[in-house]
């Protein structure tokens, strides 16, 4: 996480930190602008992977995030720069794949 020590203050201006539980369950929406970091982590004997989504309706609509064509997959564990031109443009991450309840994701700016 954006610590400089475990014990000291996160120092992210905006983060956002989720447990993903089972295949198919996402993220709660996450707003920035900018550049920021999406990295997905394990416990407990976990594996998985995701798939980030878009919407540009609020949240009505998901769509997959794309890198020339290609839906972006992390397999976890990892950590990823993600960009967002445009202002409004929500985030999230939905889990595909793997097993057990550890799998955590978390966005920062």
Known sequence: MARLTPSSPDLAEKAS????????AVTPWFDFSGTANV???????????????????GGATPLPATNLGTVVTITAPATEPIFSRE???????????????????????
């Open 17 to 24: 930190e989720n447990q993903l539980n089972a295949v198919g």
């Open 39 to 57: 990295a997905v982590r394990l416990d407990g004997g976990a594996t998985g992977a995701i798939v980030l989504e878009k919407s540009f309706d």
């Open 87 to 109: 202002n409004g443009v929500l985030w999230r991450a939905r889990r595909t794949t793997g097993t057990g309840a550890g799998l955590f994701v978390r966005f920062s700016q």
